[in-house]
């Protein structure tokens, strides 16, 4: 029961929880289901190379988004790097500077530059006024990130890219099962990539995939999962080993079955986060678009200048309970030490970028907890800035 600053763990009371809450923490199907697949895998020998779970899982996914296409992949990293390779991107690449480095690195990894742009305080996603200032006769193409599963100005960007002859992707790590203007992700863009990582809404172990409508892309991609090979000896594309294998495939056919289950959760989880936190002074949750579909999978708070503790403190308050929350994604990309010397003038570029990175700390849900939990950590949140104003 934490009522004062001195129930507080930061304070030297125990913490509010006995074991760490973590962002992240995998939502998991039916795990008798998941072996009746290791039996099947163990009985066919088929453990890779686009099996016959990887071809059911990409079906499945494929029809979850309405799209045409799903081509799944080792990982989400993977997934970009081989979808920015078949767009035949180079020279300069815009992406906001605001995500995960794996959109940055992708490029980076392939020697392209990443150009970061800054973004919408109110959407976390590309401002594509900023894109626009962004564009230099070397530029070749736009990702745009669905951070939070919050979808980027697609038809903005759609536009900008559309004028100055850019090819235009999405990293839809965060998207799964999202839309946008009522149309279902993947849908957008020449491709928009997903990741089935661990911590993701829907995972694989690891992994992550392609979905696109174009029928030649789609093709090329699959070959250069391969290693660009096209029939047996015949290598056509530079390639690389960007599989999925059986097993991880089987694990996303039983956590799709559990998909709805994890979104509703998700979703309570929200509204008990959106009930403790309205009215304290200085945070905000970020909204979701209710005439849109959303996973509900992350839960972003903003800590304010107005707030009486700055976001740092707020994190160790949080890590002393053990819910630990997570200051995603601090410092920005251009502020990496890799990045730096990209952006010696920063915080005039970037100061969006710069002023939510500061402002950010990501709250833990998904199935592993219930929204009895989540009214404790509010507890916690709201005796940290003492009471609601
Ligand atoms: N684009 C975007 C926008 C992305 O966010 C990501 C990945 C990608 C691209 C690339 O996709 P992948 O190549 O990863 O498929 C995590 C994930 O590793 C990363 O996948 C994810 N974004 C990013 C947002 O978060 P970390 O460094 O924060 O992970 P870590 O190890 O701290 O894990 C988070 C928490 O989850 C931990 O406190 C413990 C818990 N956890 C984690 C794992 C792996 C578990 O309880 N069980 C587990 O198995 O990056």
Redo the contacts with the bound molecule.
């Keep these: 029961n934490i009522q004062s600053k001195t129930d507080l763990a930061i304070n030297g009371a125990p913490p509010a929880f006995d074991e760490?809450l973590?962002?992240?923490?995998?939502n998991v199907g039916e795990k008798a289901e998941f072996l009746k697949h290791v039996d099947d895998i163990f009985e066919s020998k088929w453990l890779s190379n686009n099996g016959p779970k990887v071809q059911l899982l990409e079906q499945r996914v494929a029809d979850y988004h309405n799209v045409k296409y799903c081509i799944a992949m080792s990982?989400?990293?993977?997934?970009?790097e081989i979808a920015i390779r078949a767009l035949e991107l180079e020279g300069e690449v815009i992406i906001p500077s605001y995500?995960?480095?794996?959109?940055a690195h992708?490029l980076s990894w392939q020697g392209i530059t990443p150009i970061f742009a800054d973004i919408d305080p109110d959407t976390h996603c590309l401002d594509p006024d900023s894109v626009r200032k962004m564009i230099s006769p070397n530029t070749t193409g736009i990702i745009g990130?669905?951070?939070w599963g919050q979808t980027a100005p697609v038809d903005e960007l759609q536009k900008i890219a559309d004028q100055h002859n850019l090819k235009l992707m999405f990293?839809?790590?965060?998207a799964f099962g999202c839309s946008y203007k009522g149309q279902m992700i993947g849908n957008f863009g020449e491709a928009e990539?997903?990741?089935?990582?661990?911590?993701?809404l829907f995972?694989t172990?690891?992994?992550?995939a392609v979905l696109t409508n174009n029928d030649a892309l789609a093709e090329k991609m699959r070959l250069m999962r391969n290693f660009g090979f096209s029939g047996l000896d015949n290598v056509i594309y530079s390639g690389t080993n960007g599989k999925m294998t059986e097993i991880c495939a089987a694990m996303g056919l039983v956590n799709l079955d559990n998909l709805d289950a994890v979104v509703k959760r998700n979703q309570e989880n929200y509204r008990a986060y959106q009930q403790g936190i309205d009215g304290l002074p200085g945070l905000s949750l970020s909204t979701f678009d209710e005439s849109e579909r959303n996973n509900y999978q992350y839960v972003v708070m903003e800590v304010g200048e107005d707030c009486p503790v700055s976001r740092d403190d707020m994190v160790e308050a949080l890590h002393a309970e053990n819910i630990?929350a997570?200051k995603?994604?601090w410092p920005g990309c251009h502020n990496m030490l890799h990045y730096r010397k990209l952006y010696p003038h920063a915080r005039l570029l970037l100061p969006m970028t710069e002023q939510m990175s500061d402002k950010v700390v990501v709250l833990p849900t998904g199935t592993?907890l219930s929204a009895e939990i989540v009214n404790v950590i509010t507890q916690v949140v709201e005796t940290v800035v003492g009471g609601k104003s």
């Design positions: 760490p973590h962002v992240g923490r995998p990982n989400g990293t993977v997934a970009l995500t995960f480095i794996a959109t992708a990130v669905h951070l990293d839809a790590a965060h990539v997903l990741s089935f990582h661990a911590t993701k995972n172990f690891e992994g992550g630990l997570r995603y994604f592993s």
